[in-house]
């Protein structure tokens, strides 16, 4: 079975900080992938990155990077130099066998100006 | 190209009610999904199409709910009848089976249900 846990529930920052949101997964699969998504006011769900679990190097991506350890099972993820548009519900999510997409309960982030 | 398109965007009910909501995937994306989210949750997958075959729907109240995909594109959800608890956003998404497991879901804007 697959799990993801996102133990935050809500994150609030003033614009400008950074912002580090936690996910913790648990699969059996050794070959997974890892998923962010944003989820906006609007509703619709908004793919953000993915990490394969045979590469455990960190990439940044604009504003957006990511800690992938395999040894804690871990996909963190940070937003630097947050800004107000970022305020939104973030999941963590993990594919495996199958094609099946499981999400963590998400973190809801509040970027203050 | 179009994204994923739902309707209706919102829909309130009476309890013992029924309910239907439509999905139109980007085109060309074997792989469908329907999701069930209650408000301050994430998102629980309730049935997985590829083509128009059934690869999971071990999370479907059977009972109540169904959901068909008859020409391998769109599909319809159906509640029937519905209970207060059924009350949540309905995401439909979409994937390209030649991506793989890589491959990212692309969601639509949810259909919210309100049962009274």
């Known amino acids: 079975a697959q799990k993801v846990t996102q133990a935050q529930t809500e994150i609030s920052v003033v614009e400008k900080e950074d912002v580090t949101l936690d996910c913790v997964y648990e699969?059996?699969?050794?070959?997974?992938?890892l998923f962010w998504y944003k989820q906006p006011p609007s509703g619709e769900l908004v793919f953000l990155i993915r990490r394969n679990s045979f590469d455990e190097q960190n990439e940044i991506s604009g504003r957006y990077s990511w800690n992938f350890q395999k040894s804690t099972s871990s996909f963190n993820f940070t937003i630097t130099a947050s800004q107000v548009v970022d305020s939104a519900v973030y999941f963590c999510?993990?594919?495996?066998?199958?094609?099946?997409?499981?999400f963590g309960g998400g973190t809801r982030v509040l970027v203050k100006p | 190209e179009a994204g994923v398109a739902q309707s209706p965007r919102y829909k309130i009910i009476e309890k013992r009610q029924s309910v239907a909501f439509w999905c139109n995937p980007i085109?060309?994306?074997?792989?469908l999904y329907w999701y069930q989210q209650i408000l301050g949750q994430g998102p629980k997958l309730l049935i997985q199409f590829q083509n128009n075959g059934v690869v999971d729907d071990s999370q479907l109240p059977k009972d109540r709910f169904s959901a068909e995909r008859l020409k391998g594109v769109d599909s319809t959800l159906k509640i029937q009848p519905a209970k207060l608890e059924d009350s949540a956003v309905y995401l439909c998404a979409s994937s390209s089976i030649s991506r793989g497991p890589r491959g990212e879901l692309f969601f639509g804007e949810g259909s919210r249900l309100t049962v009274l």
């Open positions: 999510a993990l594919k495996a066998a199958g094609n099946k997409l499981t």
């Open positions: 085109s060309g994306h074997a792989t």
């Open positions: 699969t059996r699969d050794t070959t997974y992938y």
